[in-house]
C-alpha cells in the first residue's frame, strides 16, 4: 500500500537560502506527486505538482524533481521570502486516492 | 476562496457522542475526499468518494462512515466518540475524473470532544 516518508519534520533557513524537502514513497504504480503548502489556521494549498512521466518541473521559485528508480521526490524553493514559512506536505497518489506525508514545518528567519 | 463548503466550522461534543460533517464540493466536482488532522499531525486520508460511490478507504475507524449523495454533497458521520476524535476534519474535491489531481480543501470542520 502506499506510504510516504517526508524529511525534515522542521526546517529552519535564513531568507534568501535555498530549502530542500524530501519525500520517498513506496508504491510503485503511484503516478501522481503534489506538494501543499499549508499556512497557520489555513487549508492546504496545491503549490506544484509532477506526474511519473517528467523527472523536474518548475515554477518561478520552486521545482519539485521525480527520481522514480530510488522512489522518491523533492521540494525545493530558492531565494525564501518570510511568507514562505508554512508547513508543506508532500503526497503521493495513484488512481484518485492521495496519500500525504507527515509534513514538514518551514521557518524562514529574517 | 476553494468553492469547497464545509460545515460546521467548529463543533464541541461530549465522548459518546455522534456528529455529522457536511461537504458541498466545488462545481462540477465529482470526487470528494475526507482527511483528518490532529494537532501537528499530517493529513491522514480517512475515504474517497467518486460519483456516488466509494472508490478508496484509508484508515477509517469503524465508528466512522460516510457518503456522497446523488446531489454530490459528503457527509462524514462520526459516532462513540472520543477524545482522540478532536481533529480537524477537511474535505476536499477534484475534478480531475479518473485520474488523481489537484484537491481543493474545504476550510475545515473543527471537532473538539470533551
Not at chain 2, 476562496?1 to 460546521?8: A, R
Request: with cysteine; net charge negative; proline share 4%.
Amino acid at each position: 500500500g502506499e506510504n510516504v516518508e517526508q524529511h525534515p519534520s522542521t526546517l529552519s533557513v535564513q531568507e534568501g537560502d535555498s530549502a530542500v524537502i524530501k519525500c520517498t514513497y513506496s508504491d510503485s504504480a503511484s503516478n501522481y506527486f503534489p506538494w501543499y503548502k499549508q499556512e497557520l489556521g489555513k487549508r492546504p494549498q496545491l503549490i506544484i505538482d509532477i506526474r511519473s512521466n517528467v523527472g523536474e518541473k518548475k515554477d518561478q521559485r520552486i521545482a519539485v524533481t521525480l527520481n522514480k528508480t530510488a522512489k522518491h521526490f523533492s521540494l525545493h524553493i530558492t531565494e525564501t521570502q518570510p511568507e514562505d514559512s508554512a508547513v508543506y506536505f508532500c503526497a503521493e497518489g495513484r488512481a484518485q486516492k492521495l496519500v500525504f506525508g507527515q509534513g514538514t514545518r518551514l521557518t524562514i528567519n529574517p | 476562496d476553494s468553492g469547497v463548503t464545509q460545515t460546521p466550522k467548529h463543533l464541541i461534543t461530549a465522548t459518546g457522542q455522534r456528529v455529522t460533517l457536511r461537504c458541498s464540493p466545488r462545481s462540477g466536482d465529482l470526487s470528494v475526499y475526507w482527511y483528518q488532522q490532529s494537532l501537528d499531525q499530517g493529513l491522514q486520508f480517512l475515504i474517497q468518494y467518486y460519483n456516488g460511490e466509494e472508490r478508496a478507504k484509508g484508515n477509517i475507524l469503524e465508528r466512522f462512515s460516510a457518503q456522497q449523495f446523488p446531489d454530490l454533497h459528503s457527509e462524514l458521520n462520526l459516532s462513540s466518540l472520543e477524545l482522540g476524535d478532536s481533529a480537524l476534519y477537511f474535505c476536499a474535491s477534484s475534478g480531475q475524473g479518473a485520474n488523481t489531481g489537484e484537491l481543493f480543501f474545504g476550510e475545515g470542520s473543527r471537532l473538539t470532544v470533551l
